[in-house]
C-alpha cells in the first residue's frame, strides 16, 4: 500500500510539473528548453502510470522494456534541456544512441538471456550518467553559478549518488533475485526518487526566474537605441571589470568618444536621422572591439569603451581604427549619404582604486583636446597612478 501511494504522488507530481513547466514556457519568452523539460515531467508521468498499470501488461518483459525506456528518455529530456540552456554543442542523436545501446541491453538480459542484476541496473546507471551530465552543465555554464543553479546542481548530484547505490545494490545480486537485496534497492530507489524530482522541479524553476531576472536587468542596463550599455549600466558593470581585470595585473586602458557637431545632423536631416547616425556608428564601433570590452552610451552622442588585455600604445592604434571606421564610410539614411567623424580620447587607468567616474573625466579632458585641434582626430592623457 506504501508504494502504491509513493506511485501515486509521483505519477500526480509530474503531471503538474509538467503543467508549470508548459505554462513556463508559454510566460518565460518560449524558451525551447522549458517545453522540453515540460516533456521530460510528461514522459516522467507516463512512466509511473506504466508501473501502477503493471498487472495489466500479458507479458513482465513488455511491461518491463517500456517503464525502462521511459525512465530513460525522461531524464535524457531533461539534459538536453540543460545542452540547450548551456548552448552546449552535444547532438541529441549521441543521447538518444546511448539509450537505444543501454535499451537493448536491457532487453537482452531480461528476455534473451536473463540476469537480474543487469537488467534492473543498466537502466538506472544511464539515468546517472545523465543527471550528472546535467549537473556538470549547469555549474560550468557561467564563471560564478547563481545560487539556484548550485542548488539545482547539488541535487542532480544527490540523486545521481542515490541511485548510483540502489542501482548497484540490484547489481549485487547476481543473475537470480535475492530478496534482501530487493528489499535494500527499494527502500533506496523510493527514498531517492520522489525526493529528487521535486528538488530538481523546484530548482530548475528557481534557475528560469533567475534567466529571467537576469534578463530583466539586462534590458534596464541597456540603451535601446544602440544596443549598447546605458549608462547606469556601464558604470556598474566597468567598475566591477576594472578592479577583476587590475587585480590579475591585466592593462585596462578606457577610451572616451563622440560624434563631432551631431547638433548639425539633427538640423539638417532631422531627428529620426540623428538617431540612425548614433546606431550605426556604435555597430561599427562595436564591431571593431573585442567582445570582452564594454561599451557604454553615456550621453546623447558620447560613448565610452572600457579595454582590457591591451596597452596604451596599442589602446591609441584601437581608437585610431574605430575612427577610421566612423569617418571614412558615409552613413545611409532614406537614401541619403551622411558624413560624419568622431573625437577620441584615451586614458591608461593603472590603480584598481581609481574609480570609472574619474577615469571618464580624465578621459574627457583627452577628448576636448581632440576637439581643439580640429576634430576627427584621437588624443591620450596623462597616465595616472
Not at 522494456?65 to 521511459?70: A, G, K, P, R
Amino acid at each position: 500500500m506504501d508504494v502504491f501511494l509513493v506511485l501515486v504522488c509521483l505519477l500526480l507530481t509530474s503531471l503538474i510539473w509538467s503543467a508549470i513547466f508548459l505554462m513556463s514556457w508559454s510566460a518565460l519568452g518560449k524558451k525551447p528548453y522549458t517545453l522540453i523539460w515540460s516533456a521530460s515531467f510528461a514522459v516522467s508521468a507516463c512512466q509511473w502510470a506504466g508501473v501502477l498499470s503493471r498487472s495489466y501488461f500479458d507479458s513482465d518483459i513488455n511491461y518491463w522494456t517500456l517503464v525502462t525506456s521511459l525512465s530513460m528518455f525522461s531524464v535524457l529530456l531533461g539534459a538536453w534541456g540543460h545542452c540547450i540552456r548551456t548552448k552546449v554543442p552535444i547532438r541529441f542523436a549521441y543521447l538518444i544512441s546511448g539509450a537505444v545501446i543501454v535499451g537493448l541491453a536491457v532487453y537482452y538480459f531480461r528476455a534473451l538471456e536473463p540476469h537480474v542484476g543487469l537488467y534492473m541496473s543498466l537502466y538506472i546507471y544511464y539515468d546517472v550518467a545523465m543527471f550528472v551530465l546535467s549537473a556538470t552543465l549547469i555549474l560550468r555554464f557561467r564563471k560564478q553559478p547563481r545560487l539556484a543553479e548550485v542548488g539545482a546542481a547539488f541535487t542532480y548530484y544527490a540523486c545521481a549518488l542515490g541511485l548510483f547505490i540502489a542501482a548497484t545494490i540490484a547489481l549485487m545480486q547476481g543473475a537470480e533475485a535475492k530478496p534482501e537485496y530487493l528489499k535494500l534497492y527499494l527502500m533506496v530507489n523510493f527514498i531517492t526518487v520522489p525526493t529528487a524530482q521535486v528538488g530538481m522541479a523546484v530548482f530548475i524553476l528557481f534557475m528560469m526566474a533567475s534567466d529571467l531576472a537576469e534578463k530583466m536587468k539586462n534590458v534596464a542596463e541597456t540603451d535601446v537605441l544602440t544596443g549598447c550599455l546605458n549608462r547606469r549600466g556601464f558604470y556598474e558593470k566597468a567598475q566591477k571589470q576594472l578592479y577583476e581585470e587590475i587585480k590579475e595585473l591585466n592593462h585596462v586602458c578606457l577610451i572616451y568618444w563622440d560624434i563631432d557637431k551631431f547638433k548639425k545632423v539633427n538640423d539638417l536631416y532631422g531627428h529620426a536621422a540623428g538617431d540612425t547616425v548614433l546606431a550605426q556608428a556604435a555597430k561599427r564601433v562595436s564591431d571593431n572591439i573585442k567582445s570582452s570590452d564594454l561599451m557604454g552610451r553615456v550621453g546623447g552622442e558620447e560613448f565610452v569603451i572600457l579595454v582590457s588585455h591591451t596597452n596604451y600604445q596599442n589602446v591609441e592604434e584601437v581608437a585610431e581604427r574605430l575612427r577610421k571606421a566612423i569617418a571614412e564610410t558615409p552613413i545611409i539614411h532614406k537614401g541619403e549619404a551622411i558624413s560624419i567623424t568622431a573625437s577620441f580620447g584615451v586614458v591608461d587607468i593603472q590603480n584598481g582604486e581609481i574609480s570609472i567616474e574619474t577615469a571618464i573625466d580624465i578621459a574627457d579632458k583627452a577628448l576636448y583636446s581632440a576637439k581643439e585641434k580640429g576634430r576627427n582626430k584621437v588624443a591620450r592623457a596623462e597616465n595616472f597612478a
